[in-house]
Structures are given as C-alpha cells and as structure tokens.
C-alpha cells in the first residue's frame, strides 16, 4: 500500500513535469537564449525600459489596494459569519464565497454594466480606470480574507477580550490591544494571497479596458499575440514569475501559523451586541454593496433592451452577433467550454485523488520532508500566471509540434493543472479529519490496507470529491488565461467569446456578452453551492491555507 501511494505521487509528480514544468522551463529559457545560445541581453533591454517599470508598479499598485480594500472589509464581516449568531448567517457566507469562483470575464463585464454608461455607479466616471480595476479585484477576493480570518478567529479565546473589558477597556481598545494581535497572522495570511491573485488577475483587467499602462500579465499577452515578440513576453513573464513566486512562499509561511492555531480550539458564537453595529454595517455593505450590487445590475442590464424589458438578447446567444462573419455562437462556446471543464475535472481529480490520500497520511523521518517536498511541488501552479503558463505551452511546442499547440487539444490539460492545487487542498483536510485509532482498528480486526482505505477512507473522500470537482469544474469552467493561447478559433470557450463580443461595436454584441456572462456565472455559483453542500461536516476546504 505505501508503495503504491509513492508510485502514485511520482505519477502525479511526472504529470507536473510535462504538463507544467517544460513549459514554464521553456518560457524562461527563450528569454534568456539567442541564435547563439546564452544571450542576456534581452534582459537588460526589458529591463532598462521605463515601460517596464510602470508596468510593475501598476501591477503591485493595484494588487496592494485591493488587497488592502479586501482586509478593509473582510476583517469586519469575519467577526459578524463566523462569530456572531445572525439570521440568514448560511446564505450570507454562500453569497461571499460566489464571487471568488466567477469566471474573471463575468466579474470585468459585471463591473463595466455597473460603472459604465447608463449603470448606477456611471456617475462616478471611474469606468475602464485603475480604480475600477482595485474595485472588482476586491469583489473577487474579499472572500479570502473573510474566510481565512473568519476560520482563525473562531479558534480563539474570547476570554482575553472580556478580560480586557472588564478591566475597563473600550470594545476598540480591547479588539486593538487584545484581538487584532492575535489576528495579525491570518489577516497577513489572507492578504497576502489576495495580493498574489491580484497581481496575476488577467481576465478582469482585460474586460474593464486595460487601464494605462497596464499590468505585466496584460502586456505579456499583447507582446505575445498582437507584437508577437516572444523574447521580451518571456522576460516579463520571468519577472512575473518572481513576484508571485515570492508572494506564494511569504503567504505559505504565514499559513502554517494560522493552521496550527486553528486546530487549537473551536469557540462557540456569541449574540450580537450594541458594539458589534459597525462590523454589522460593513458586513451589509460589503454583501449587498461590493458582492450583490454588481451581479444584480449585471443580471437586470441583461434583460433591458433600448430602456424595455426583453429576452433578446438571450435568444441571440443562438447568433454570432455582429461583425463576426459566420464565427461560433456563445450556445456553441458554451458547450465548448463545459466539455473542457468535464475533461479537466476528471483529470485533475484522477491525479489529485491519490496525492490527497498521500498527503493527508502522518509520516516521519525523511518520508515527512519527502511529503512537504511534494506539498510545495502541487502548489506551484498557484503561484504561476496562467497566461505565462499557457505562453509555455506555445513556446514549448512551437518546434515540436506548433499545430498541437493551438489546436484546443491541450486546453483541458491547462485547466487541469491550474485546478489541481485545489481539488487537493479540498480533498486533503477531509482525509485530515479522519481520526487515525478507526483505521488501527479496522487494520486490528484483520482489514488489509486497501480494505481500509475502501472502509474507512472511502466514504469521506466519495463526499469530499463533491467539493474537489465543483472547484475543478468551476475553475476550469471560467479559466482564461491560459485558453486564450491554446484554444482553437473554432472551438473558443465562452470566456473568450465574451472578451471578443466585448471588443467589438454594437449594442447588439454588447447585450450578448451580458446574456452571456449572467449564464456563465449561474452555472459557475450553482456548481460551487451544490458543492459546498457536499462539503463533509467538520473539513475545512483550504486552498493555500484560505478557503
């Protein structure tokens, strides 16, 4: 049995070597390479432009206020979902968890019908601005910060604030001198995995008109698909690289703090009281202010058609729009895309399955640090673009095989590897909370090992597979990035078909891509709710230490 889980996690770890690990690898190498062989000067070139720093700063800028706008609001709510007992609390965190799920093209295209011309928000003129950018990029994340923080707070002692209390402490000096000490951790945590996808948030930044100058992910894609220099994209895409990569170790770090706390202690929720009002205002503002408000235009703007009610612009999606000249419907890139999503979720769940049960095993000595190894490995993906990461693919394969490349062929082995962390990290705290004395007991009672796994092991992981593939499901539904390279012209996903109808002039076209976009993100949320229905009493789904 401990033979096969190992064979199995090298099968998992050869999967991530071709299908993630060559392609990166042959993204770093073009930008460092020439006729020659070693040549540098691509960097020095990239590097010594002004562009490039305003680029960077841009990126950083805009994933530092969000993040900062996403703790801003998700501290609040957290202490009001997973501390206070308030009505409706069960929906109200469903309502929070929808967003960080939505294809990103659904969250640009939400955004731009409430901040553009003719929205409720077009007042404030922001539309296809940096601010517009952080907004949605808050929207998207505030689910992460709630999440994380709000898991964590439940773990600690509320005696030590009522202490503060009762020594005569304001309910701000107790919460500033007692609780927010104690909180830094996962509120550092949180942040910084917002920061890390913010800074590689592609699909929002496209949708919403690409502020000036842009980010590094943006002008990868422009330097590859409209310049088609792939020398400086793959210098960007080093840099990129490292600015993830760095955000993902700062924030792994910060996760195991939180992790162990939360197993420490899981405190009972209190009542509301009088000092909880402005935590309960921010709560309303950021659930139907920055989470309802956007999709309830987007879905209302969709069915409004020249200031009247109607249906046509959903009886369009049958049509290729406008200026389109015989391209696929969005009813035909749907299908496109649900066929992706199938083949990447049984492919991320066919890998992710055994590397769960090898992870979620207690291991010492060297097959413990052998187990970390490959906990590092499966979270790579994570913290790499996936525009870089589908620009590898292209690069790889550009000698090889430069029609596989865009064929649509590799577009769910994309998206598998892009899901892959998360059907683990969905499927390893379940696996977790199994307690190890039932499985001694089944082996002392004569069960083999793979009876055990079969009895024991088996009706948690069938339940927890539920969550792994919504989030597979979903996340492939909605993948961007990456399918923008490999996506055949004929078999575009809706994500993409969205950003086209997007891109070009009439109402008509426009109306589409909100029909559109409101369908992607009703299957997208149903999935994910169905999903968290599954989720097994007592797992926590974590992805990165976050959800």
Request: charged share 10%; proline share 5%.
């Amino acid at each position: 049995m401990r033979l096969a889980s190992w064979v199995a996690g090298a099968c998992v770890l050869a999967f991530l070597a071709l299908f993630f690990g060559w392609p990166v690898a042959s993204m770093l190498w073009r930008g460092i390479s020439g006729e020659s062989g070693l040549d540098l000067s691509g960097y020095g070139e990239v590097l010594g432009s002004t562009r490039t720093w305003r680029l960077l700063g841009n990126t950083v800028g805009m994933a530092l206020a969000a993040a900062v706008g996403a703790v801003l609001l998700g501290v609040p709510t957290a202490s009001i979902l997973y501390r206070r007992r308030v009505p409706g609390r069960a929906l109200l965190r469903g309502i929070i968890t929808v967003p960080f799920v939505l294809p990103t093209v659904v969250v640009g295209v939400a955004f731009r019908s409430l901040l553009g011309t003719g929205g409720p928000l077009g007042w404030l003129g922001i539309d296809g601005t940096t601010a517009a950018v952080v907004f949605a990029m808050v929207f998207f994340n505030v689910s992460v910060v709630v999440r994380q923080v709000g898991t964590f707070w439940r773990s600690i002692d509320p005696g030590l604030g009522e202490a503060a209390r009762t020594l005569g402490a304001s309910p701000a000096r107790a919460f500033l001198s007692v609780t927010l000490p104690q909180l830094a951790p996962a509120i550092t945590a949180a942040a910084g995995l917002v920061f890390l996808f913010c800074s590689t948030a592609f699909g929002i930044v496209l949708t919403l008109g690409t502020p000036a100058p842009g980010t590094l992910e943006t002008e990868i894609y422009t330097e590859t698909t409209v310049f088609l220099d792939l020398r400086t994209a793959a210098v960007l895409s080093t840099l990129q690289l490292l600015i993830v990569v760095a955000a993902l170790v700062v924030s792994s770090r910060l996760n195991r703090r939180t992790e162990t706390a939360i197993k420490q202690r899981d405190t009972r929720d209190r009542p509301l009281r009088r000092a909880d009002a402005p935590a309960l205002i921010v709560t309303l503002v950021t659930v139907f202010g920055v989470v309802l408000l956007p999709l309830a235009t987007l879905l209302v703007r969709s069915v409004l058609v020249d200031g009247e009610w109607s249906l046509h612009n959903y009886e369009a999606l049958s049509t290729s729009g406008m200026g389109f000249a015989g391209g696929i419907t969005p009813a035909q890139a749907l299908a496109h895309s649900l066929q992706a999503a199938v083949d990447a979720t049984w492919i991320s769940l066919l890998f992710g399955i055994p590397l769960a049960l090898l992870l979620s095993r207690r291991t010492r000595g060297a097959a413990a640090g052998a187990q970390r190894l490959l906990d590092v490995a499966i979270m790579l993906p994570l913290g790499v673009s996936a525009v870089t990461l589908g620009f590898g693919y292209v690069v790889s394969l550009q000698a090889l095989a430069p029609q596989l490349a865009h064929s649509g062929v590799l577009v769910p082995l994309a998206q598998a590897v892009v899901a892959l962390p998360l059907v683990v990290r969905s499927l390893v705290p379940a696996m977790r909370a199994i307690d190890p004395a039932l499985r001694e007991a089944a082996r002392t009672l004569g069960a083999g090992p793979w009876r055990v796994l079969a009895t024991v092991d088996g009706p948690v992981l069938a339940r927890a597979l539920g969550v792994g593939a919504g989030f597979a499901f979903a996340i492939s539904l909605g993948e961007f990035g990456a399918t923008s390279f490999l996506a055949a012209p004929d078999r575009a996903t809706l994500p993409i078909l969205i950003a086209r109808l997007l891109g070009r002039p009439g109402g008509d076209n426009y109306g589409m891509a909100l029909a559109a976009a409101v369908v992607l993100a009703v299957v997208c949320a149903t999935i994910m709710l169905l999903s968290e229905w599954l989720r097994p009493r007592g797992a926590k789904t974590t992805i990165g230490g976050a959800w």
